[in-house]
T-cell receptor, first 112, second 108 residues
Framework: DTEVTQTPKHLVMGMTNKKSLKCEQH?????MYWYKQKAKKPPELMFV???????INESVPSRFSPECPNSSLLNLHLHALQPEDSALYLC???????????FGEGSRLTVL | GIQVEQSPPDLILQEGANSTLRCNFS?????LQWFHQNPWGQLINLFY???GTKQNGRLSATTVATERYSLLYISSSQTTDSGVYFC??????????FGRGTSLIVHP
């Protein structure tokens, strides 16, 4: 069983909707990540939080807004998405900057 | 950033066969992970291996950091081994960089 929990597992939204993806870990990890994965491609890094501060933003469009309310939680707020944003969104955590990465099961997003 | 090449890109095996997957990387690394992504999208940790050899059941991995490659060995393959295998080295930035993966199909 994964110790990184993502909700929802599936999400369908229209281009005018606002929704959020949630990620939770209880391993005491201090680094958390959002990755985006399109079909038949490797995961692509979006954001990294370290000690609850945004450390890396890989030039992600502002329609994706990350939030780290505390060391166990990571959210990804979605607004005015495009159909090409449909993908598997993966959350991961690691002990700190240097450490083994653990992934959640992912949230599969479809934008209509 | 670090460049990662995985080979072969696709592999088809009969159940019971052995295989070797390769990961080449362009720069020195602090660490390297191997993952298995199952058909449902779950990324499962296989090995966290900066150097040397580790074994876990039918799987083993070897990283030769000085020569900038890692190998994943799968012995006596099973249909449940099907999926995509990714290597993800961590270079100077400490952020894992994923290769394009090896897609494995194991037929019964």
């Amino acid at each position: 069983d994964t110790e990184v929990t993502q909700t929802p597992k599936h999400l369908v939204m229209g281009m005018t909707n606002k929704k959020s993806l949630k990620c939770e870990q209880h391993m005491g990890h201090r680094a958390m990540y959002w990755y985006k994965q399109k079909a038949k491609k490797p995961p692509e890094l979006m954001f990294v939080y370290s000690y609850e501060k945004l450390s890396i933003n890989e030039s992600v469009p502002s329609r994706f807004s990350p939030e780290c309310p505390n060391s166990s939680l990571l959210n990804l707020h979605l607004h005015a998405l495009q159909p090409e944003d449909s993908a598997l969104y993966l959350c991961a955590s690691s002990q700190d900057w240097v450490g083994e990465l653990f992934f959640g099961e992912g949230s599969r997003l479809t934008v209509l | 950033g670090i460049q990662v090449e995985q080979s072969p890109p696709d592999l088809i095996l009969q159940e019971g066969a052995n295989s070797t997957l390769r990961c080449n990387f362009s720069d020195s690394v602090n660490n390297l992970q191997w993952f298995h992504q199952n058909p449902w999208g779950q990324l499962i940790n296989l090995f966290y291996i900066p150097s040397g050899t580790k074994q876990n059941g039918r799987l083993s991995a070897t990283t030769v950091a000085t020569e900038r490659y890692s190998l994943l060995y799968i012995s006596s393959s099973q249909t449940t081994d099907s999926g995509v295998y990714f290597c993800a080295p961590q270079g100077g930035s400490y952020i894992p960089t994923f290769g394009r993966g090896t897609s494995l199909i194991v037929h019964p």
